[in-house]
């Protein structure tokens, strides 16, 4: 059982270039969660999923755009990097919003010059 | 501004002696408080929580403390082990809406031989 994965581990940007940061769940979750996480800093909501289709802004999710087309995967998408985007992402997911536990991925450490 | 405080930024404790890591919240409507922890280069994983109609959770040799009058809750691990070396999150949900996931800045606990 794989749980969360994530890919990449690590990526350099340079400004205003794209990528996408993959995230997988074989758990059959149907919550998905992105997180990022500043140095010295808690995680902080990017966007969360409630099932395939279905997509929300957490607590930061300017920069960045999300897809849910399929219960496995929940993509986080940055369109034109900035260095403010600098963090580790995690990925995260759970059975249900009342179930509270979250399984966390290892995380993608992003960096933009 | 931080709904969810740990003003301890590192701990440092001797194998076998107690460790207890703090946690402050503003938010009153906070129900539900979890505890994760963080191993470098990987992703948090639950520890112990504690539901607001309990002041008290035990888990083996972890302990979480609920002080709802004063917003405060505290981690306790006895005995501490060098296993124990990583950083400790708090975290709070409030109505069991897990989107809702606060979570403080987190406490590196070091576990001295």
């Known amino acids: 059982n794989a749980g969360v994965t994530q890919t990449p581990k690590f990526r350099i940007l340079k400004i205003g270039q794209s990528m996408t940061l993959q995230c997988t769940q074989d758990?059959?979750?149907?919550?998905m969660y992105w997180y990022r996480q500043d140095p010295g800093m808690g995680l902080k909501l990017i966007y969360y999923s409630v099932g395939a289709g279905i997509t929300d802004k957490g607590e930061v999710p300017n920069g960045y755009n999300v897809s849910r087309s399929t219960t496995e995967d929940f993509p986080l998408r940055l369109e034109l990097a900035a260095p403010s985007q600098t963090s580790v992402y995690f990925c995260?997911?759970?059975?249900?919003?009342?179930?509270?536990?979250?399984?966390f991925g290892a995380g993608s450490r992003l960096t933009v010059l | 501004d931080q709904q969810v405080k740990q003003n301890s930024p590192s701990l440092s404790v001797q194998e076998g002696r107690i460790s207890i890591l703090n946690c402050d919240y503003t938010?009153?409507?906070?129900?539900?408080f979890l505890w994760y922890k963080k191993y470098p280069a990987e992703g948090p994983t639950f520890l112990i929580s504690?539901?607001?109609?309990?002041d008290k959770n035990e888990d083996g040799r972890f302990t979480v403390f609920l002080n709802k009058s004063a917003k405060h809750l505290s981690l306790h691990i006895v005995p501490s082990q060098p296993g124990d070396s990583a950083v400790y999150f708090c975290?709070?949900?409030?109505?069991?809406?897990?989107?809702?996931?606060?979570f403080g800045k987190g406490t590196l606990l070091t576990v001295n031989p």
């Open positions: 504690i539901s607001s109609i309990k």
């Open positions: 938010n009153s409507m906070f129900d539900y």
């Open positions: 995260a997911s759970n059975w249900d919003s009342g179930a509270n536990v979250l399984t």
């Open positions: 975290a709070a949900s409030e109505g069991g809406s897990n989107y809702k996931l606060t």
């Open positions: 758990m059959n979750h149907n919550y």
